[in-house]
């Protein structure tokens, strides 16, 4: 494994706090579904990235492809520009949460 990979999966394991279980329980709900930018199938980005990080933080890092990484990658960076979007406020049942959320990252934790 590179150190360029290692450092991905550090700032992805911290951006996604969490558990697999918490995020399939999530992904779930009708709160889940409706929020995100919706790719012509009815399934918004944020909801199909929510299903692909539960397979990544199940996955053994010995397994991870490129792909793989640069799909942690780009939840790193989504993760770190919404909190940049924080509203003010309580945001327990915000848009902005729920999209993070299927994102991996619950802000309210």
């Known amino acids: ?25 999530w992904l779930d709900t009708e709160e889940s579904r409706s929020v995100g930018q919706k790719d012509g199938g009815g399934e918004s980005t944020g909801h199909a990235s929510g299903r692909r990080i539960v397979e990544l933080l199940r996955a053994k890092r010995a397994d991870l492809t490129e792909q793989d990484y640069a799909h942690m990658n780009k939840v790193v960076g989504y993760v770190h520009r919404h909190l ?3 509203p003010s406020g309580d945001v327990t049942d915000t848009r902005w949460r729920y999209s993070l959320m299927n994102w991996g990252h619950d802000p309210a934790k």
């Open 84 to 86: 940049a979007q924080r």
């Open 1 to 25: 494994m590179t150190g360029g990979n290692g450092a991905v999966a550090a700032e992805f394991g911290k951006a996604v706090n969490m558990t697999p279980k918490e995020l399939e329980r």
